[in-house]
Nanobody
Framework: HVQLVESGGGSVQAGGPLRLSCAASGFKYTNYCLGWFRQAPGSEREGVATIDSDGSTTYADSVKGRFAISRDNANNTLWLEMSSLKEDDSATYYC?????????????????????????WGQGTQVTVS
């Protein structure tokens, strides 16, 4: 079965960098769209960045120019490089995976899809910016 395990979270000063990783197993990685979502206390889960099976990416407006998503298909690993972190970036960050499809590709063309577009989730890693 699909397993996604995030790591790399922690506490960081505002303006600093942090890199999150997500180790994936149990599915044909190259056929999946992958994404990072985040959820702050009292807030709904929101999309941060996605990377489709063809390498195309989307970003939330709030992180464009500061965050970079990438994937290593050889090692089934997803990355999120975060820089110029702000206090508003504090949240639990989740890795998500969904089978690539024409429908999902169409949603991605409109921007970050809602969390409901993804069915496989990791347990999350906490990021605190102060």
């Amino acid at each position: 079965h699909v397993q996604l395990v995030e790591s790399g979270g922690g506490s960081v000063q505002a303006g600093g960098p942090l890199r999150l990783s997500c180790a994936a197993s149990g599915f044909k990685y190259t056929n999946y769209c992958l994404g990072w979502f985040r959820q702050a206390p009292g807030s709904e889960r929101e999309g941060v960045a996605t990377i489709d099976s063809d390498g195309s990416t989307t970003y939330a407006d709030s992180v464009k120019g500061r965050f970079a998503i990438s994937r290593d298909n050889a090692n089934n690993t997803l990355w999120l490089e975060m820089s110029s972190l702000k206090e508003d970036d504090s949240a639990t960050y989740y890795c998500a995976a969904e089978t690539s499809s024409p429908l999902l590709t169409a949603l991605l063309a409109l921007g970050i899809p809602s969390p409901g577009a993804f069915t496989n989730w990791g347990q999350g890693t906490q990021v605190t910016v102060s």
